[in-house]
């Protein structure tokens, strides 16, 4: 019984993590209808955005999230000005070749600038835990939940009730209405690229701090967001959370109940579930 | 146009003269992708191996004194292209000889080349027993048997204090880690030791949750982890932020690798692994002097320390050596058997090969005790102490 609470808590704290993971790559897809691949890459530049910004300076990885959210979001922006605008009308395949190659771009940099070594963000607090009840608590994946809620209640008020949000939305949802009404797509999509990609330097950040990087981290990453974002739906960040805790979950009574093999065998399975009887996701609006 | 001829004619003499002069090799590593961190160790050998050799004369071929070359090609961690790249090596680069890549499912996968070739390849990256149960005449490999792996930690156990009785089992799902399984789960009975967790996990596995409060809940004393760097590390850390300190644990890759120690920093501390190599004099060589002048130089070069992947990388390449210098020919048939028969001190050991290829050599128990790797347990008894039972995480 101990056990299945343990397990249950280890499943829900994962969850809060994979919510954080796939936030930016579903507000980046919702809005501009791209499935952008070097998601991953983007999570793994923060990660060594905050890794060396600690390592160096000595600075807490828990305040280093906004300098490096900051830092990814003028990368992020650059990267939807000075490429993906040019394709932003283009067929799905080709955007998804164009974000395909800048991961492939960013990791082999990563990989000259940075080596092949694998590096651990690591604060003499990174392995504190509590316990409750008998059941051992990580303190940092609390701490990382705790962001990943944060984070998302916090895109979902910006979404609704500021201006940029309302725009971004109205973008989403009817371009052409939108720009009758004074909305700048140019300017719309690369702020909501730019905050992708922001929300995956913050992942970075706090994946450093409770996993491992190297310059090949992305891919597996950018694989589990998108199925948390199908499993979500993308009308709204909070289906992120409810995909997130769902996988975490998920997986982790996978592991224990039939064996850690299953892990992805079961989270795939839910991914097709989920497209087969609700194709908008969790939280999606149904047709 | 008669004197471009001639400059042709004389152009291919000349490279014609030149080829007769030098032994090629080639060789397709892991310089890019997930495993590159590895992969490195075996380019680095081979460079430094090859230019230590050429700078001494190269390698005797009958009377003649030739340099060796080396073709080297990125599989970029990717198996299917590294097979290709094997057979490119062969039909269009004409290269005489292979090297391995790192890792037992390159091996696996790359030594069929060389054997449907009849081409032998000598790699110290592949250890699982499965490489050398196929009846290949042509693969040859330096890395001891994979079953083996944690032998000498088991023999460690049964002489400490408190006994240990129960034992966790942990692999990844690829041929190594599989073949380490294997092997480690008759020597743990053999010992008499109870095992209450045997699971496979996935290779790449970054959650390692549910498997330790497993451990946690069977009360395993012992945990023996056959896996990937990556995973360990996780691994590790996970342990210590869910309060999981068994009273030893041992890894088969990770401890003796200087990045792995560096990511980790205190909390690599107590981690036990295994090693065929230390950089010790009393390894004589003949190009490189001992094993500790080797260590220094390879520092000096490369800018990180070696470990026994970088060891067993420069002794394939002596392997070659000796073995066409005995055979006085680069006939790939006559090099096969010679290799079949070399006996010669090197860096990494005494090279010799069993009648499957594989080489066999005691594994070092080793412990990282703060911050530095220290030797354990080989043979049959104790080099240094072993810190047992671990202490928990917040009493570290």
């Known amino acids: 019984m101990e056990l299945l609470a343990q397990v249950l808590v280890s499943g829900v704290l994962l969850g809060g993590l994979y919510a954080l993971m796939a936030l930016g790559l579903a507000l980046v897809w919702g809005v501009l209808n791209i499935v952008n691949l070097s998601h991953g890459a983007l999570i793994m530049l923060g990660a060594y955005t905050s890794y060396f910004l600690f390592t160096v300076w000595h600075i807490d990885p828990f305040v280093t999230l906004p300098i490096t959210a900051v830092v990814l979001f003028i990368v992020g922006y650059a990267i939807e000005r000075g490429i993906l605008n040019f394709v932003i009308r283009g067929p799905m395949f080709n955007t998804l070749l164009i974000t395909f190659g800048i991961e492939v771009i960013l990791t082999y940099l990563a990989q000259l600038w940075f080596s092949a070594d694998f590096r651990a963000i690591n604060p003499t607090y990174a392995g504190a835990n509590f316990a409750i009840a008998g059941i051992t608590i990580p303190t940092v994946q609390v701490l990382v939940f705790a962001i990943a809620l944060g984070l998302t209640i916090a895109m979902w008020l910006f979404l609704l009730h500021t201006r940029i949000g309302r725009g971004i939305r109205a973008s989403a949802q009817n371009l052409v209405a939108a720009r009758l009404y004074g909305v700048d797509p140019k300017r719309i999509y690369a702020l909501t690229f730019g905050l992708g990609a922001a929300l995956a330097g913050v992942t970075g950040g706090l994946y450093g701090t409770v996993s491992q990087i190297n310059p090949y981290i992305g891919g597996p990453l950018t694989a589990k967001s998108f199925a948390i974002a199908i499993i979500g739906g993308l009308d709204n960040p909070l289906g992120v959370i409810v995909g997130g805790l769902v996988l975490g979950i998920v997986e982790s009574l996978t592991a224990l109940y039939f064996g850690s093999t299953y892990r992805d065998v079961a989270s795939f399975g839910v991914l097709l579930l989920v497209l087969i009887l609700r194709p908008s996701g969790l939280l999606g609006r149904t047709a | 146009m008669m004197l471009r001829f001639l400059f042709f004619v004389a152009a291919l003499a000349a490279s014609a003269v030149a080829g007769a002069q030098t032994v090629t090799f080639g060789a397709s590593v892991q310089l890019t992708g997930p495993v590159a961190n590895t992969g490195r160790y075996y380019k680095d050998a081979y460079d430094f191996a090859i230019e230590k050799i050429n700078a001494a004369g190269g390698v005797k071929v009958g009377s003649t004194q030739q340099k060796i070359a080396l073709k080297l090609l990125d599989n970029q961690s990717d198996v299917n292209l590294s097979v290709r790249q094997y057979s490119q090596l062969l039909s269009q680069d004409k290269v005489n000889f292979l090297l391995g890549p790192f890792a037992s499912n390159f091996v696996l996968a790359d030594s069929s080349i060389a054997e449907k070739s009849s081409v032998p390849m000598v790699q110290g990256g592949g250890a699982s027993d499965e490489i050398y149960t196929r009846g290949y005449k042509y693969i040859f490999g330096t890395l001891p048997a994979a079953s083996d792996y944690f032998g000498s930690t088991i023999d460690a156990l049964a002489k400490l204090n408190p006994a240990p009785k129960t034992v966790a089992l942990l692999y990844a799902d690829d041929s190594f880690d599989v073949s380490v399984a294997k092997g480690t789960r008759e020597l743990l009975k053999k010992a008499g030791l109870t095992t209450v967790l ?199």
Do not use: C
């Open chain 2, 198 to 396: 045997d699971e496979r996990y996935s290779t790449n596995a970054s959650d390692f949750s549910v498997l330790l409060s497993r451990i946690k809940s069977g009360n395993a004393d012992v945990v023996l982890v056959a896996g990937h760097e990556t995973e360990v590390l996780n691994f590790i850390r996970q342990a210590k932020s869910l309060g999981v300190s068994p009273k030893l644990y041992s890894f088969t890759v990770g401890v003796p690798s200087a990045d792995f120690r560096q990511a980790l920093g205190k909390d690599a501390n107590g981690a036990s692994g295994m090693t065929a190599w230390l950089p010790s004099t009393s390894l004589k060589d003949q190009w490189f002097g001992d094993a500790e002048a080797f260590a220094k130089a390879w520092k000096a070069k490369f800018g990180y320390d070696p470990d026994y992947h970088a060891a067993a990388g420069v002794a394939a390449v002596e392997a070659f050596v000796n073995a066409i210098q005995n055979a006085g020919s680069t006939d790939p048939q006559k090099v096969r058997d010679a290799l079949a028969k070399v006996s010669f001190d090197s860096v990494y050991g005494h090279i010799a090969f069993n009648d499957k290829g594989q080489i066999s050599l005691p594994q070092i128990m080793i412990q990282i005790q703060d911050d530095k790797v220290v030797p354990i347990f080989a043979g049959k008894d104790f080099i240094n102490k072993l810190v047992y039972p671990l202490p928990p995480w917040d009493k570290r």
